[in-house]
T-cell receptor, first 112, second 115 residues
Framework: SQTIHQWPATLVQPVGSPLSLECTVEGTSNPNLYWYRQAAGRGLQLLFYSVGIGQISSEVPQNLSASRPQDRQFILSSKKLLLSDSGFYLC???????????FGAGSRLTVL | KNQVEQSPQSLIILEGKNCTLQCNYTVSPFSNLRWYKQDTGRGPVSLTIMTFSENTKSNGRYTATLDADTKQSSLHITASQLSDSASYICVVTSYFSGGYNKLIFGAGTRLAVHP
């Protein structure tokens, strides 16, 4: 079965510090991978998606970046966090040919 | 502009009662519509998926409807339980070339079931 792991679950970081959220998928090959941010009372906002190793597309300009160093690994990063980066971040994958997204448990980031 | 709007924003019901959540969308091209349940602090989990030709689909006490002409969907919850307390998110998918699915998310309806 396919599973998705996302960590850390919670993170409190000072402004200006770096960020690394990691997501790994098991049980499938060449999945589409996604990073979303969810603000309170708002719909999920797509940040990045990837259809293959090293292929990253960004939906919105921002302070964040993403990388896919391996087929089933997706990393969300920042060199210097801003207060506005606080939020709930969700990683998701889509098995090739399927039309359903499976989400990770999420990572709550608080920037102080 | 592709949009998904959900109503109400929040809802409180008593345990055992029924409720209906609404989703209106303006998404083109339309591929499918999916309802997700998101427990607080967790990732969304898919409840149902409906394609253009489907009108009704059930998953236990959850029944989703789709009217592709009016671009409306509803999620009906029967005999609510305390564990139904969550946010319910309506998501509409458009397919794009290259295997990438563009998903448009509603803001969700926060349901609280009280004993």
């Amino acid at each position: 079965s396919q599973t998705i792991h996302q960590w850390p679950a919670t993170l409190v970081q000072p402004v200006g510090s770096p960020l690394s959220l990691e997501c790994t998928v098991e049980g499938t090959s060449n999945p589409n991978l996604y990073w979303y941010r969810q603000a309170a009372g708002r719909g999920l906002q797509l940040l990045f998606y990837s259809v293959g190793i090293g292929q990253i597309s960004s939906e919105v300009p921002q302070n964040l970046s993403a990388s896919r160093p391996q087929d089933r690994q997706f990393i969300l990063s920042s060199k210097k966090l801003l207060l506005s980066d606080s939020g709930f971040y969700l990683c998701a994958f889509q098995r090739s040919g399927a039309n359903v997204l499976t989400f990770g448990a999420g990572s709550r980031l608080t920037v102080l | 502009k592709n949009q998904v709007e959900q109503s109400p924003q929040s809802l409180i019901i008593l345990e055992g009662k029924n409720c209906t959540l609404q989703c209106n969308y303006t998404v083109s091209p339309f591929s499918n519509l999916r309802w997700y349940k998101q427990d607080t602090g967790r990732g969304p989990v898919s409840l149902t998926i409906m394609t253009f030709s489907e009108n009704t689909k059930s998953n236990g006490r959850y029944t989703a409807t789709l009217d592709a002409d009016t671009k409306q969907s509803s999620l009906h919850i029967t005999a609510s339980q305390l564990s139904d307390s969550a946010s319910y998110i309506c998501v509409v998918t458009s397919y794009f070339s290259g295997g990438y699915n563009k998903l448009i998310f509603g803001a969700g309806t926060r349901l609280a079931v009280h004993p």
